[in-house]
């Protein structure tokens, strides 16, 4: 008899679901991956690295944070800092309401709904702890695996640019996140450890 897929197992089958669709391919760990499948597993693995009793909508908020976001190009948008920010915003509410149809979808009530859906909107970073600690798994995960890729792309940056950029992203964890990251936790990219260590330093 074939047991029949919990709530949080359906939910997390229709977002990786729809990840999988991605058509930007991408190769890790020995094989490719659609970008935003495996931006959401290692997001899942971070969160059980760094919170590995999180309840199911935090659990479904770190899987959900980038769904279909190749649906919402930057370049649609301006190219300058008012079009970023214009792009940001709507990008955050278009995730959100997606992982709220999909969560809806396998079951989940309103409560749980809810909570997802704000977190993923990154609404009150600072005073909701279910945005904190979604903020808290992407900078952590940014940390690990994309900001090397960042580096590169951005070659014209001097030091002292690099740390303030450091500096933002390490601003918006909480202390248990710095905490995490200190104790050496996360695989900091070689290249990229002294300097991130002086932008962190007191």
């Not at 199911?56 to 190219?79: G, T």
């Not at 600072?126 to 994309?146: A, C, R, S, W």
């Not at 909480?174 to 991130?196: V, Y």
Request: proline residues 5%; aromatic residues 8%.
């Amino acid at each position: 008899m074939v047991q029949a897929l919990s709530t949080l197992d359906q939910a997390m089958l229709l977002i990786d679901s729809a990840n999988r669709e991605d058509p930007n391919i991408v190769t890790a760990e020995g094989k490719e991956w659609p970008k935003e499948l495996l931006y959401s597993t290692r997001m899942t693995d971070m969160l059980e690295r760094f919170c590995p009793h999180a309840d199911d909508a935090m659990k479904l908020a770190i899987r959900a944070q980038h769904i279909e976001r190749w649906k919402s190009p930057r370049n649609a948008y301006p190219m300058d800092r008012v079009g970023y920010l214009k792009w940001r915003k709507d990008l955050y509410k278009i995730q959100a309401n997606t992982a709220a149809e999909l969560l809806t979808q396998a079951g989940y009530g309103e409560e749980e709904v809810d909570r997802v859906k704000n977190a993923v909107a990154k609404k009150n970073i600072k005073g909701n702890p279910d945005t904190q600690l979604l903020e808290d798994v992407t900078d952590l995960v940014f940390i690990e695996h994309y900001m090397l890729d960042f580096v590169n792309k951005h070659p014209d940056y001097n030091e002292e640019k690099w740390i303030d950029i450091i500096q933002k992203t390490w601003n918006k964890m909480s202390d248990s996140a710095h905490e995490f990251a200190l104790a050496g936790n996360i695989k900091l990219p070689e290249s990229l450890a002294p300097l991130i260590v002086k932008a962190v330093t007191p």
